[in-house]
């Protein structure tokens, strides 16, 4: 019997949307439970370590971590191999994407909290912006990390030949690197263009045929 799966998170996709797509490509029900902005103060008290997303299973206290939560829905789904060799190969892109994504999010963090980077916690807004704008040329100039990491991505996916990124089906790597690229491409990032992707073919068709699977489909139909 299926376990009861309720997936807490706020109403974005965010560090969730790679379990929500492995939940909805692997045929699970759950609860999409989203929490508000202004309920979280209040909400986050009640998390185990202050932080959501959050997997509550039958009912038993929530765990956090959201590469846990993805191993573990791709094993109740058949989404993470059984073959070693090819499990081995997932985990390796999810990490690839979280090295991705540790690159680029000092630029997201700087304008909201300048004081985590060493700058004045009342840094003027303009200021703020300024050194925003500086770290995310430098992440798109040659030789800066949103090439070097979408030419990784780029070269994997010829290698494997298959249109996904490990093995001939769609795995949670794949339902892990979707997010990343719809974020990269969506123009809410100042100073990376909505073009981003354009350079590289297999990305793109990568990116078109996930959105054609039919469960994957219907979730962003909502």
């Not at 929490?35 to 039958?58: E, M, R």
């Not at 790597?173 to 909505?194: H, Q, W, Y």
């Amino acid at each position: 019997m299926a376990p009861k799966l309720k997936l807490t998170y706020f109403n974005m996709e965010g560090a969730a949307e790679k379990v929500r797509l492995a939940l909805k490509l692997g045929g699970l029900e759950f609860e999409d439970d989203r929490i508000d902005f202004a309920n979280w103060p209040a909400f986050k008290s009640t998390t185990p370590y202050g932080q959501v997303p959050l997997l509550t299973i039958d009912d038993k206290p929530p765990v956090t971590q959201s590469f846990a939560m993805l191993r573990y829905v791709g094993r109740l789904s058949g989404l993470f191999p059984e073959d070693l060799t090819l499990a081995l190969q997932v985990d390796e892109i999810c990490g690839l994407q979280d090295d991705f994504a540790r690159a680029i999010s000092p630029s997201m963090y700087v304008a909201m909290r300048p004081q985590v980077f060493g700058y004045p916690e009342d840094l003027p807004e303009a200021e703020r912006k300024t050194l925003q704008a500086k770290m995310r040329a430098s992440l798109m100039a040659d030789g800066g990390d949103v090439p070097r990491f979408l030419g990784y991505f780029e070269a994997i996916l010829a290698k494997n030949g298959t249109g996904y990124f490990c093995g001939s089906t769609a795995t949670i790597a794949d339902c892990t690197m979707l997010p990343a690229f719809r974020m990269l491409k969506s123009g809410r990032l100042d100073g990376i263009p909505t073009t981003v992707l354009d350079a590289y073919p297999n990305i793109t068709a990568f990116v078109d045929r996930m959105h054609e699977l039919p469960a994957i489909k219907a979730h962003y139909a909502k």
